[in-house]
């Protein structure tokens, strides 16, 4: 499962948060591995809206451009009461280098932090869940469940997710970013 060189960090979660974790520790020469428990990348959206914190972190890490070519740029938000405004933000006041919040699918910026770690050599491993961790002074011991479809039931049939093989690995550090219902956390 892991590429050709122990990593020194495993990242468990695809979502944003997991994928600039890998990118940025590639970035400084990190060897890292990630895995998700999906099948792949989100087609829905949970984030939306970058702010200015967000946008100078990604603009560290050299990711910034294309994402703000898929954004749209939120300058102000008002508050209405039925028809009545009852307050205005001008985001565009702030003393900020981006003074803006820039708005867009969960899943482009997903795409493109993973075209990102794919330029650096770094796979996503898709449908691989983490079962179990147990910290051991220097490394932790990381349980990781490859999963895949079964068709299960006689008379009637369904698929779902199983257990295909599970395989144990020592790692130096591990990243939570693997959502509400972390097993990491």
């Not at 990348?41 to 990604?58: E, F, K, P, V, W």
């Not at 603009?59 to 451009?65: F, I, K, M, R, W």
């Not at 405004?85 to 820039?102: Q, T």
């Amino acid at each position: 499962m892991f590429n050709h060189k122990k990593p020194q960090v495993l990242v468990v979660g695809a979502g944003p948060v997991g994928l600039f974790t890998a990118l940025a520790l590639t970035q400084r020469g990190v060897r890292v591995q990630v895995v998700d428990k999906e099948p792949c990348a989100s087609t829905h959206s949970y984030a939306l809206a970058l702010h200015a914190a967000s946008l100078r972190l990604l603009e560290q890490e050299g990711a910034l451009t294309e994402v703000l070519e898929h954004a749209h740029r939120v300058r102000s938000i008002a508050i209405y009461d039925d028809t009545r405004r009852r307050a205005e933000m001008r985001i565009a006041d702030l003393a900020e280098d981006h003074s803006f919040l820039a708005v867009l699918p969960q899943n482009m910026i997903e795409e493109h932090l993973l075209r990102m770690l794919d330029r650096r050599g770094v796979k996503v491993e898709w449908s691989h869940e983490v079962s179990q961790l147990e910290p051991c002074g220097d490394h932790v011991d990381v349980l990781i469940d490859k999963l895949a479809l079964d068709t299960l039931g006689y008379s009637v049939q369904h698929t779902e997710w199983v257990v295909a093989k599970s395989k144990r690995h020592q790692v130096p550090y591990v990243v939570g970013a693997d959502g509400h219902s972390s097993l990491v956390r």
